[in-house]
C-alpha cells in the first residue's frame, strides 16, 4: 500500500493493545497515517512486516511511531522489516537490528533527520534506502551529528532522500551499494562518505549523491 498526498494532521490511529497477538504468516501490513501504537506485551509475526505511521523515531519521540531495542523483541519470526514514514524517520539513538535475526531493513522516507546532535550508528544485513512519496520541503537543518548506516548490502533506492540535522553521513557497506531506480541522496551541508568494496547499478539505475560538505 502506497498512498499519496497523506495529511497526517488528519491522520487515523492504530493501537495494538497489551496481550495482542497478530500474526499474517507471510506477511503483514499496518498502516497508519498519524499515530501507530504498539504496547509492551503486543507482539507482531510475519515473515515480511511493514509498518507505516505519520512519523518514525527511532529511541525517541512523541507522535507517530516510536521504536526502541525493546520493540524489535516484539517482532517474531521477522525476517524483511519496512518502516515506512509518511514525513521523516527520527534518529534519537543508535539502533541494531542485528540480534533480532532480521535479513532486510527497509527505511522509506522524504527525510531522515537526526535530533539532538547525537552519533548514531543503524547496523542490519542489508538497508534498503528509499523514498515512496514527495521529496520533503522547506529548509533543511544542519547538525554536528553522526548518522552511519552500515550493513554488508546497501540498496540506494527510488526517490529523494534527504538527510537532515547531521554534520556527517556515513554509507557503509562491507558487500556493495547498489543503486536501483532513479533517486538521488541529499546530505545538505553534512559531509557524505561512502565506504564499500563495490559500487554499483541495476540496469537502468539513475542515481545522485549530493552533498555541498566534503565527499
Known sequence: ??????????????????????????SLLIDATGNTELTGTARLSAVALSLSSGRIGFGGGSQGLVL????????ANTQNLTLRSYTTIDFHKSISFGGVGLATVTLDAAGYVGVGNHDVTVTVRRIDLQNSGQPATGAGQAGTGTLTLSADELILGAGTKRFDGFGQVTLAAGSQVVGEGTGRVDTGSAALTVSTPVLTGRKGAVQSLVTTGTL
Open 68 to 75: 526502541s531495542a525493546a520493540s524489535f523483541a516484539q517482532l
Open 1 to 26: 500500500v502506497i498512498r499519496e498526498n497523506v495529511d497526517i494532521a488528519t491522520g487515523g490511529v492504530v493501537k495494538i493493545g497489551d496481550g495482542a497477538w497478530l500474526s499474517g504468516g507471510n
